[in-house]
């Protein structure tokens, strides 16, 4: 709360003041290509990822189980029925 007390000061120009500190006039970063300027990954790079990445994928990956026809839970998707035609 307090901290923001004086942007309420109907007395002060903030627009004013970063004007005069030289705010708004600070050089623009040069548009930048994201395509155009992409470069693979190393091999190396991808397994550090990968590697560093696994904990949130095993946390939040899906897991599927089916039921067997004798009721068991199994798991992945092999205890679902296969008819003709599906695919």
Do not use: C, N, W
């Amino acid at each position: 709360g307090a901290a923001h007390a004086p942007l309420l000061d109907p007395r002060l120009d903030l627009a004013a003041i970063l004007k005069e500190e030289g705010v708004l006039d600070m050089a623009r970063p040069r548009a930048r290509d994201y395509v155009g300027d992409f470069q693979m990954p190393s091999a190396a790079e991808v397994a550090l990822a990968r590697d560093a990445l696994r904990p949130v994928r095993r946390l939040t990956s899906p897991r599927f189980f089916s039921t067997a026809a004798s009721g068991t839970r199994l798991p992945g998707l092999g205890g679902l029925p296969v008819r003709e035609g599906d695919v």
